[in-house]
């Protein structure tokens, strides 16, 4: 084994190479970069928001009920108005993001998790193995997502724990079907084949020659499916079938303000907006690591990111 493998300084030299290869990559992309910096403000807000703010979020002050947006006189955390209940609506957009993050980011883990172990396991094993696997997620997939989460959730409870479970179920196919398909093309490959030869063990072969070659893919996929669950959450919550008061999502509240469309649309409108631009910015991002993951594209970002810096 060479120095530089055992060397810590060496890695270490390795590591910020890499970090500062990646930051001029998404340089280049400034939409990307305004992007991951709102995401960034995002998830401190989840981190970091319920510690300082839930108890202004939950108290209520009947005098500040529907206040509106702008208006400073009770304090800057009513800039974005107040609720029904005379709450602050951006202390309650901050400490909402909480439960909408930790839905989204956990139903994506799961699937992505129990998804591409099928999809490995469809993709590499025997002719019949693959065929059992691929019959479950047509299975899955015969059903639509929101229809099957709704059925599902009129049996159970809607807890944050239970929305993840039901969302991740709907999201498995995905990329189970995504990494067969890969699979089944990499395992022909020169160097898997190589591998073979040399003695290496299925479990070699798949975890060190096959997933990091189809791991970006599914990164990609992990970002906008992660849009797509926040949304599927937000709809849930709508229909009554999600969280319920007094836990807080962001979907919750557009669901509680849309009775009051007419004389407060600020209640529906600025936690709606929360949604949408979390959902562009992962778009956004997910546009960006699909060219910075591709071998064959990723010198655009990097000549971009040279001629920025």
Known sequence: ?????????????????????????????????????????????????????????????????NAPPFELERGFFFILGGDALGRPLLARIIVAAQNTMVIAAGAVLASLIVGSTLGLIAGYAGRWTGEVIMRLADVIMSFPSLLLAVIVLYMLSPSIANLVLVLAITRIPIYLRTTRAE?????????????????????????????????????????LDFAFVMLAESALSFLGIGI????????????????????AWWLAFWPGLAIILTTMSLNLLSSWMRVALNPTQRWRLEIGGKKNG
């Open 1 to 65: 084994m060479s120095n530089a493998t055992t060397n810590p300084a060496a890695v270490e030299v390795k590591v910020q190479s890499g970090t500062r290869r990646v930051l001029r990559m998404l340089w280049a992309d400034k939409l990307a970069i305004c992007a991951a910096i709102f995401l960034i403000v995002i998830l401190l807000c989840a981190v970091f928001g319920p510690m300082f703010l839930e108890d202004m979020a939950a108290n209520t002050n009947l005098r500040a009920r």
């Open 183 to 223: 699979v089944l093309e990499v395992r022909e490959r020169m160097f898997v084949q190589a591998a073979k030869v040399m003695g290496a063990s299925n479990r070699r072969i798949v975890f060190k020659h096959i997933l990091p070659v189809i791991l970006p893919t599914l990164l990609t996929i992990a970002t």
């Open 244 to 263: 319920q008061a007094p836990e807080i999502t962001w979907g919750l509240m557009v669901s509680q303000g849309r009775q009051y469309l007419t004389n």
